[in-house]
């Protein structure tokens, strides 16, 4: 008669599951722990205090092989966090990262008694619902292309109890006509595509975040050519835009302000990365709007 095999427990499987992801990740142990928290359906507080030694759940080894495929966490959990708030996410969204929290606050900085705030491409809605938790005087637009990605933002800001703050419309900001009747507001945030079309991208993000939401023209600087000749008519006196951008891109972001009138004022991430330009109409002068 064979001896029964062992039971492999939470820890056991946590400690192989690093093995397997440590030649594909540099967050191959906090990956196995996310997904096991996920698989198990707590959190990782409850997992490392009262799971460790539980026998590990046979779902956990398709969430293991999955995130080895490059699939990226907070796709395969279906949310991540933002800002100390929680947003579901699909492969409909850019993933809401930690660099991009460097954009709500320059927001918060640059206007922080701000009533009306616009957000151009929203995606999962990330940006502009973290910055109406802030403000809560504040109402907000999000206009995204996007029919997908709209019914996350929605879902976010209905889950976060936003959803009577922030009004949610198709759009797009690349086409004539799209702010006809939004009327000027007193930030606008934006965190646009500015990749490289040939930049050599992660495995992670290359194969399932959306293309569209990525890539700007050869140089990554399509995006801006069109949105920010435009942000001079949006913005209400003593106004800014806040716009994240590429490590590389300061001085050519920061001249296509220029041209239209606009003065930049650059804000580093927790880095020391160039993230964002916050961009305003200098006092006493008059911008050129596109």
Not at 119 to 145: H, N, V, Y
Not at 183 to 210: H, I, K, M, W
Not at 227 to 251: D, W
Request: proline share 6%.
């Amino acid at each position: 008669m064979s001896e029964p095999s062992a039971v492999t427990t939470v820890a056991q499987a946590i400690r192989a599951a690093t093995d397997v992801l440590g030649p594909r990740t540099d967050t191959a142990r906090l990956d196995a722990e996310l997904l096991m928290a996920h698989a198990l359906g707590v959190s990782r507080s409850v997992l490392f205090l009262q799971r460790m030694g539980d026998a590990a759940p046979a779902a956990f080894a398709d969430l293991i092989a999955r995130r080895a495929a490059h699939e990226p966490v907070a796709y395969i959990c279906g949310h991540q966090e933002f800002f100390g708030l929680d947003f579901v996410v699909s492969p409909a969204v850019l993933i809401p990262r930690a660099d991009s929290e460097t954009l709500v606050e320059a927001a918060l900085t640059a206007n922080p008694d701000a009533r009306r705030v616009l957000d151009c491409g929203t995606g999962s809605g990330a940006l502009l619902l973290a910055l109406l938790a802030q403000l809560p005087a504040a109402t907000g637009t999000g206009i995204e292309r996007s029919a997908a990605a709209l019914e996350i933002a929605r879902a976010n800001a209905a889950a976060l109890g936003l959803a009577n703050r922030a009004a949610l419309h198709q759009a797009d900001w690349s086409t004539a006509g799209w702010a006809a009747g939004l009327g000027r507001f007193d930030l606008v945030l934006a965190n646009p595509p500015y990749v490289e079309a040939a930049a050599d991208l992660d495995a992670s993000v290359r194969d399932y975040e959306p293309a569209e939401a990525l890539f700007a023209g050869p140089d990554g600087l399509d995006a801006y050519r069109i949105l920010v000749p435009q942000l001079p008519a949006l913005l209400a006196p003593g106004g800014a835009a806040l716009l994240e951008i590429g490590h590389t891109q300061t001085a050519a972001v920061t001249a296509i302000a220029r041209a239209v009138g606009l003065e930049a004022v650059l804000h580093h991430d927790l880095g020391g990365r160039p993230r964002v330009l916050a961009l305003q109409i200098p006092l006493g002068k008059a911008a050129t709007s596109a």
